[in-house]
Nanobody, 123 residues
Framework: QVQLVESGGGLVQPGGSLRLSCAAS????????MRWYRQAPGKERELVAA???????NYGDSVKGRFTISRDNAKNTVYLQMNSLKPDDTAVYYC?????????????????WGQGTQVTVSS
């Protein structure tokens, strides 16, 4: 069974930094894209950043220049370094692997989500 587990959330003051991690575990053949989404109260879930297995990245407009996504393919882990945090960054952050191929399921690409980690930016 495949699981994605996020960690690293918490309370930080405006201007501070946090680093989120998301580790995929279980019977995994390959993972192409890994993404971070966030959802603030009363708002729709939005894409924060994405990275392919080859290292290509893209970012939401609101986080460009402040957040950096990276990954360790050997560990099936994706990271989100968040700098210059603002109160508007407060949200639950979710990890997503939209095209993960588990072992034993042929070439089926499945989407998996983590349970989310709370990030609160407040003084």
């Amino acid at each position: 069974q495949v699981q994605l587990v996020e960690s690293g959330g918490g309370l930080v003051q405006p201007g501070g930094s946090l680093r989120l991690s998301c580790a995929a575990s279980g019977s995994i053949f390959s993972i192409n894209t890994m993404r971070w989404y966030r959802q603030a109260p009363g708002k729709e879930r939005e894409l924060v950043a994405a990275i392919t297995s080859g290292g290509s990245t893209n970012y939401g407009d609101s986080v460009k220049g402040r957040f950096t996504i990276s990954r360790d393919n050997a560990k099936n882990t994706v990271y989100l370094q968040m700098n210059s945090l603002k109160p508007d960054d407060t949200a639950v952050y979710y990890c997503n692997a939209p095209d993960l191929i588990p072992h034993g399921m042929g070439a089926a690409r499945l989407s998996y989500w983590g349970q989310g980690t709370q990030v609160t930016v407040s003084s």
